[in-house]
């Protein structure tokens, strides 16, 4: 792990926003913790409540993950490392289509005030001013994509 990771993953931690980076982590990870034939049929999307929300493109799809829950459930806890998924939601949706290891393109959401305002706190102790703009705009845009 980098100094910039750790730097990050400390600033996470301190204001209580580790869980949303594992669970960035997590939505990021699906392709590779579910594998190419699910990934090109159904993307997660976000989780909350401990529960991931996974886009599915039709409903044969959908039905045969909903009987592969458990699977997918143990395979989310083994790259977690620790249970942060409680349930899996399938829904009908757009799965985007890309290549292999390619990233997948969603618009980031914006931010409430009071995480606008975590970010700020997190980064006010920084002294350097390029450090602190930098720490900043990867907080916001891993919270953005979440």
Not at 23 to 52: D, K, N, Y
Not at 117 to 142: G, M
């Amino acid at each position: 792990m980098h100094g910039t990771d750790r730097l990050i993953e400390h600033l996470f931690a301190s204001y209580g926003l580790a869980a949303k980076l594992e669970e960035h982590r997590i939505i990021a990870a699906w392709p590779e913790i579910v594998g190419p034939q699910i990934a090109a049929h159904a993307a997660a999307t976000e989780i909350r409540a401990h529960t991931l929300r996974v886009a599915v493109d039709s409903s044969p799809w959908l039905h045969e993950l909903s009987l592969l829950k458990p699977v997918l459930l143990r395979k989310l806890d083994q790259f977690a490392g620790r249970r942060l998924v409680h349930d899996v939601l399938f829904v009908i949706g757009e799965v985007p289509s890309r290549r292999p290891g390619e990233p997948t393109a969603r618009s980031p959401r914006i931010l409430s005030p009071e995480e606008a305002d975590q970010i700020a706190e997190a980064v006010a102790s920084l002294n350097d001013p390029e450090l602190r703009a930098t720490a900043e705009r990867l907080l916001r845009r891993s919270l953005a994509d979440t």
